[in-house]
């Protein structure tokens, strides 16, 4: 039997091959599925979504262009309308990502050991990771106190103003930092930082081996990170605890007292994940 030919690919560098590329782009294109991506990609950017007139301005669309793709998208529940006819990202897509067996690993891994971390510190934790140039919250476990302050799963937050970003960054060689930099997506709130003090940031970070900040967003509340290390011994993710001081009597541990349960949960948690003892920082 003989065997399918393959297109032969004789795509060279320079303006013939820019050209190849764009002609098979074009010939390929698929207009109803970038409208879709479009629709998702203009809501990932909005917390407070959009109408479908305020949607069809920022994608350059007029309504009944996309008027379908949206009822669909709607209908397939990756996105949510609210009672002010606002359009708005479900966690649809975050479900879809979470069932890949390396994160379904990490999360899983995690969860065990983010309950233990909450009850010893009595503060809320979250794990985070970076993915296409945000910092992602994949799980999160509250404090057992009455009161508590975290942040929800699938939240996306600042890579460059943020503590679990300052970790993510921090241990990556430089052109993997650099990649991640330049794929930068800033989110809502992000504030912008000036590169020498963000590099002079992550180097604390790295001489530590852990980062403490105030937080840039809520007032009253210092974030404390840690890496988590996996497998080649790169760091995969961080689990933050927004640490919120007690003023009253009850005794609870302090930020240094955290910093050490938390630099051990995080250490159990890399060896768990990738069988190595996590690198000494």
Not at 33 to 39: A, N, P, S, V
Request: proline share 6%; charged share 20%; glycine share 6%.
């Amino acid at each position: 039997m003989s065997k399918p030919t393959l297109p032969k690919d004789n795509s060279t560098s320079g303006p013939i091959a820019d050209d190849t590329l764009a002609e098979k782009a074009s010939r390929y294109s698929a207009p109803a599925l970038e409208k879709g991506l479009d629709i998702l990609e203009a809501l990932s950017d909005s917390a407070q979504g959009y109408t479908l007139n305020q949607l069809s301005q920022v994608l350059q669309r007029n309504v009944n262009e996309i008027f379908r793709m949206v009822v669909t998208l709607q209908h397939r529940g990756y996105i949510q309308v609210d009672d002010n006819d606002r359009y708005a990202l479900t966690l649809k897509m975050f479900t879809l990502a979470n069932r890949q067996p390396p994160l379904k690993s990490l999360v899983s891994a995690a969860l065990p050991l983010l309950q233990e971390l909450t009850e010893r510190t009595r503060q809320s934790a979250h794990l985070a990771i970076y993915q296409h140039g945000r910092v992602v919250v994949v799980a999160q476990v509250d404090s057992p106190e009455r009161w508590s302050f975290g942040l929800k799963v699938g939240v996306v937050m600042g890579l460059t103003d943020t503590s679990s970003g300052h970790v993510l960054l921090a241990y990556q060689d430089e052109i993997t930092r650099t990649r991640m930099l330049s794929s930068h997506i800033h989110v809502e709130g992000e504030l912008d930082m000036d590169p020498g003090q963000l590099f002079s940031l992550l180097e604390t970070v790295r001489q530590t081996g852990y980062a403490m900040m105030p937080s840039i967003q809520i007032q009253g509340v210092t974030n404390i990170a840690h890496p988590v290390w996996g497998q080649g011994r790169r760091v995969v993710a961080a689990v933050n605890i927004p640490h919120i001081a007690r003023i009253d009597g009850t005794p609870i541990p302090n930020a240094e007292q955290i910093k050490q349960v938390l630099a051990e949960i995080c250490t159990r948690l890399s060896q768990r994940i990738s069988d190595q003892p996590a690198p000494q920082v």
